[in-house]
């Protein structure tokens, strides 16, 4: 009996014991957290524990200031789960919030992100750079670079040991910064993970009000969504358009899919491959093509001409054409308003385009016949006036100078900081285009590498997603986690030969397959005969050729 009561006492003095340990730990942890806020070389607004919820553990979660408007925060895991790795985690669209990254938080990386500058609640959309130069300058590359420095500072102090390795993960406007940074801050990161980037942003957003220009002028006349009840409810025409470029290029590859691996290999043009469905005179309806919706869907593969028949940006690849629907044609089911024209692109000639604001948006962009007020006290202007030729003409260079992330040298980068890049975009993407990523892709091996593929391949790899959409969705393999490659490329010297991809349909993975290093291809090199068979189409029957 005394034996057992002296074990009993033992084990609830141990029990005492790690109770004692544990919330001593939580009470320096919890010090340790707000003496952040105490900071003399940083603007703190707060910091604070953040407990623990569903998949996130507990966390140091700090909010700080950097002038004039750059609102930021970092994630910061407790110091027993820090993986001692930091991660700027990118943004969307125009930004104006601040983004979390449980996920990344879970796996034990201090993460920041930022306002890039304004609050998307006062000034959505592109308002913000309306006559403010410093706010177009903080969204354009300022904001990042600082919320970055403000990062590691904060996590040097936190853990009183600086990051052994730096990373920034992002897509769309978030694939912009990471080569921004590459550009203008190459010591900034280790690794950048840049997706879709909307890197050629002035002549990107141009692009997107000249499509939309298509499809609105005339009252409507070149738009692909047909009225059957007094209304544009009929999208069949774009269903119609994709399956013929399908029949035409689907077995390109050698697999017939439903989807492009090469879009460019692709030779379709709207006047030739639906001559036989072409409407007859003074008809319309969802089962022909007009010769205007001919028109539209020609300048949608084009691009964007000017007046001398110039490219300024790359059209729509071959086999996107179903993502065109709720982000350019204006319909039923999005009141009119696509995404391109309510979001990204709607307003950009108001407030980013030029040097000058023109003035403000007019109150409803779905309307057409809408006139402009002039002599208001903020005059208007309309998306429907933009001329693409001011692209052309030079007359957004200042813009260009401050947002476009092209420039094609990463040498800073890439060799003297012996940095990665990995660079990925889906072929369905129909907000930024692929080919545009191809197009930066080849021009900085030029610069950086002399045109030697295999030296650029050292230290940078394109992956190109057939059928996927922007940063994500669409009919292909479209779902792998874009970090951990780059994870062990930078810190194992094992670059990624080929990533695995998938698609799934009510949570069930119906596709799989390699994403190769561009210019190699995913080839079929299954059972004889078993290409058409979904069946076959996992990662181990393909290889990058």
């Known amino acids: 009996m005394i034996r057992t009561l002296s074990r009993l006492a033992l084990l609830s003095s141990t029990i005492c014991g790690l109770m004692n340990a544990a919330q001593a730990q939580s009470t320096a942890d919890t010090q340790a957290c707000e003496a952040l806020a105490s900071s003399t070389d940083l603007t703190i607004l707060s910091a604070r524990i953040m407990p623990a919820q569903g998949g996130t553990p507990a966390y140091c979660y700090v909010r700080g200031l950097s002038g004039p408007a750059t609102h930021y925060h970092v994630q910061l895991p407790l110091p027993g789960n820090w993986n001692a790795r930091f991660l700027q985690w990118g943004d969307g669209g125009k930004d104006g919030d601040l983004d979390f990254a449980n996920h990344r938080l879970a796996e034990g990386y201090a993460v920041a992100n930022s306002n890039t500058g304004h609050d998307n609640a006062v000034e959505p959309g592109s308002q913000f750079g309306f006559n403010n130069r410093q706010a177009e300058i903080d969204f354009g590359y300022r904001s990042v670079h600082l919320t970055v420095m403000a990062g590691k500072a904060l996590t040097q102090a936190y853990y009183r040991s600086a990051p052994s390795y730096s990373y920034f993960e992002g897509c769309s406007t978030g694939g912009r910064q990471g080569l921004m940074e590459a550009q203008?801050?190459?010591?900034?990161?280790d690794g950048i993970v840049a997706g879709a980037p909307v890197n050629y942003y002035q002549a990107m957003n141009a692009a997107g009000v000249w499509w939309l220009q298509r499809l609105f002028k005339d009252d409507f006349a070149g738009n692909l969504a047909v009225d059957t009840d007094g209304s544009f409810d009929s999208v069949k025409l774009l269903d119609i358009l994709n399956d013929r470029v399908l029949e035409k290029c689907d077995a390109?590859?050698?697999?017939?899919?439903?989807?492009?691996?090469?879009?460019?290999?692709?030779?379709?043009?709207?006047?030739?491959?639906?001559?036989?469905?072409?409407?007859?005179?003074?008809?319309?309806?969802?089962?022909?093509?007009?010769?205007?919706?001919?028109?539209?869907?020609?300048?949608?593969?084009?691009?964007?001409l000017d007046r001398d028949g110039q490219v300024l940006y790359p059209g729509k690849a071959l086999g996107s054409e179903r993502e065109w629907v709720n982000l350019y044609v204006p319909n039923v089911a999005n009141g009119n308003g696509p995404t391109m024209l309510m979001g990204p692109a709607g307003d950009h000639v108001n407030y980013l385009f030029y040097e000058n604001d023109p003035g403000v948006v007019i109150p409803d962009m779905t309307r057409p016949t809408h006139v402009p007020g002039r002599n208001a006290a903020l005059p208007e202007f309309s998306w429907l006036e933009f001329d693409i030729n001011d692209l052309a003409d030079g007359k957004a260079s200042l813009m260009q100078s401050i947002m476009d992330a092209t420039d094609p040298d990463l040498t800073r980068f890439l060799e003297e900081n012996d940095g990665k890049l990995l660079l990925y975009h889906g072929w369905s993407d129909s907000l930024s285009?692929?080919?545009?990523?191809?197009?930066?892709?080849?021009?900085?091996?030029?610069?950086?590498?002399?045109?030697?593929?295999s030296a650029a391949m050292n230290s940078t790899r394109l992956f190109l997603a057939p059928g996927m959409g922007h940063c994500g969705g669409g009919p292909g393999p479209n779902n792998w986690d874009?970090?951990?490659?780059?994870?062990?490329?930078?810190?194992?010297?094992?670059?990624?030969?080929?990533?695995?991809?998938?698609?799934s349909s009510n949570g069930n993975v119906?596709?799989?397959?390699l994403?190769?290093?561009?210019?190699?291809?995913?080839?079929?090199?299954?059972?004889?005969?078993?290409?058409?068979?979904?069946?076959?189409?996992?990662?181990?029957?393909?290889?990058?050729?």
């Open 510 to 513: 119906d596709n799989e397959r």
């Open 252 to 304: 390109n590859d050698g697999i017939r899919d439903g989807l492009l691996s090469d879009p460019m290999s692709c030779e379709f043009t709207a006047q030739r491959d639906l001559a036989d469905l072409v409407c007859a005179s003074g008809a319309t309806g969802d089962s022909c093509f007009t010769p205007t919706q001919l028109q539209t869907i020609t300048d949608f593969y084009s691009g964007p």
């Open 433 to 453: 285009s692929a080919k545009a990523t191809v197009q930066y892709f080849n021009e900085m091996v030029g610069t950086t590498y002399g045109g030697e593929m």
């Open 482 to 503: 874009k970090l951990p490659a780059l994870v062990d490329w930078v810190e194992q010297g094992k670059a990624p030969d080929s990533i695995t991809a998938t698609h």
């Open 515 to 545: 994403l190769c290093p561009y210019p190699q291809q995913s080839i079929f090199t299954g059972p004889a005969g078993g290409a058409d068979n979904p069946a076959n189409w996992k990662a181990e029957n393909f290889s990058c050729r």
């Open 184 to 189: 203008r801050f190459p010591n900034d990161f």
